[in-house]
């Protein structure tokens, strides 16, 4: 599977923003789904996590009730759906696939998700 994240850019806080992450191959919904972020200076952490059908969800406390994640199998897209941005959301944002990950039980551990995309980065300004 190849990843293939966009929709960055920079923007003033309080607006909102849509990350996309398309995938090649045919087996898209074999995988489930996780959106990962990273600050300058910082590890790489945890932001959301969907479920191979989509009807689980998962995020880490700082972007509940800001953030959603979705996906269309169809289309072979997984999305996050930005909203009310803060500063300390700037980083660049990663998609990952995970072909061993069932549920949301170890979805903040990046060493379960098999592909990564290429990264994007997102800019709040205060």
């Known amino acids: 599977v190849q990843l293939q994240a966009s929709g960055g850019g920079l923007v003033q806080a309080g607006v909102s923003l849509r990350l996309s992450c398309a995938a090649s191959g045919r087996t898209f919904s074999a995988y489930s789904m996780g959106w990962f972020r990273q600050a300058p200076g910082k590890e790489r952490e945890f932001v959301a996590w969907?479920?191979?059908?989509?009807?689980?969800?998962y995020y880490v406390d700082s972007v509940t009730d800001r953030f959603t994640i979705s996906r269309d199998n169809a289309k072979n897209t997984v999305a996050l759906q930005m909203n009310s941005l803060k500063p300390e959301d700037t980083a660049v944002y990663y998609c990952?696939?995970?072909?061993?990950?069932?549920?949301?039980?170890?979805?903040?551990?990046?060493?379960?998700?098999?592909?990564w995309g290429q990264g994007t980065q997102v800019t709040v300004s205060s």
């Open positions: 990952a696939a995970s072909r061993v990950l069932y549920s949301r039980t170890n979805a903040e551990n990046e060493h379960v998700y098999n592909y």
């Open positions: 969907i479920s191979r059908s989509g009807g689980s969800t």
